[in-house]
């Protein structure tokens, strides 16, 4: 993540300097050479020798609070990626209000034209809507380069569904209103070397009516996002890329393509629904907070609203 971080900053606007602060030195060499970056081995001496004004926090998911809140300490404006627990939450939030400075909360699928369209078109369609909602990828597959106990997805704390759901509801709670109720079926039914459940099936009310069965697992062979949201006046399925959003003409009885993006941003080595412009839209947003005070459209309050619902599922 911080390489992409890096790389689309980069695009957004070339004058930004950029210093890369990683432990590890096979790491840091590479971002210079590919980057063209100044590196720095810790935070403390990137803080002590250069005036900072603004942090992305890329780390593994546990680490976050303590690098948010250093530098918060020292006046730096934080995009933080999924934390995916709520440590120093609270403190945190406080630190940012006092110092006036802006704590950023990732949530890339927010920043998706294919949810905007979503959104739009639940909005306004004047009937209630159910949906079915399976995501789910084979543990092994996340990081091919490294066995998954070696990264995040292997501590129970920040596992590998936790880390779906993270993704996964803050989009569905926007479209489709608060969540309400849970009704939950989990279980292990992988040989995998993990300490956690690696599927579920969860029953969600929202507080406008609508409901859903959403199916999250990290054992599916295959990479998938299908979405289908069904009512008596609209009917859309979804595949996860940038060009599989459908909505159903019941009138003509055919299935027609939506159009989303005018240019969608993929890389080749990544899978389908992975959508770089939605990537870049969020960093845009993090600087339009910083230098123009405009709210976004995620934060650390709502974030914390979600992991608790995640922790609710979880129990």
Not at 15 to 24: E, P, R, S
Not at 164 to 192: C, H, M, Q, R
């Amino acid at each position: 993540m911080g390489k992409r971080r890096i790389r689309l900053i980069q695009k957004h606007d070339s004058k930004i300097q950029i210093v890369g602060v990683d432990t590890n030195e096979e790491r840091r060499n590479t971002c210079t050479k590919e980057y063209n970056i100044e590196t720095c081995e810790n935070l403390e001496n990137l803080i002590y020798a250069k005036k900072t004004d603004c942090a992305f926090i890329c780390t593994s998911p546990l680490s976050h609070s303590k690098i948010i809140n250093q530098c918060l300490k020292n006046g730096i404006n934080v995009f933080s990626e999924l934390n995916l627990v709520a440590d120093r939450y609270d403190e945190n939030i406080a630190l940012a209000k006092q110092k006036e400075l802006v704590l950023f909360m990732s949530s890339t699928f927010l920043y998706r034209d294919e949810i905007k369209r979503i959104k739009s078109l639940v909005k306004d369609t004047n009937c209630l809507l159910n949906y079915t909602y399976h995501t789910g990828q084979y543990l092994p597959d996340w990081h091919p380069w490294e066995n998954y106990k070696d990264f995040f997805v292997g501590d129970k704390r920040s596992n590998g569904c936790r880390e779906i759901f993270a993704v996964e509801l803050p989009w569905l709670t926007d479209v489709f209103g608060e969540i309400v109720k849970v009704d939950v079926v989990k279980n292990k039914i992988s040989n995998l070397n993990i300490d956690y459940n690696d599927n579920y099936l969860v029953i969600l009310q929202h507080n406008k009516g609508h409901k859903g069965i959403l199916a999250v697992d990290i054992v599916s062979r295959k990479a998938v996002r299908n979405l289908e949201i069904f009512g008596e006046k609209l009917y859309l399925s979804w595949d996860g890329s940038p060009t599989g959003l459908k909505a159903y003409d019941f009138e003509k009885k055919v299935e027609n393509h939506l159009e989303t993006y005018k240019k969608a941003e993929q890389l080749k080595n990544y899978n389908k629904s992975i959508v770089e412009n939605a990537y870049l839209n969020e960093i845009v947003a993090f600087f339009e907070a910083v230098l123009d005070n405009k709210l976004p459209i995620y934060d650390f309050e709502k974030d914390k609203k979600i992991l608790r619902i995640i922790d609710e599922i979880e129990d």
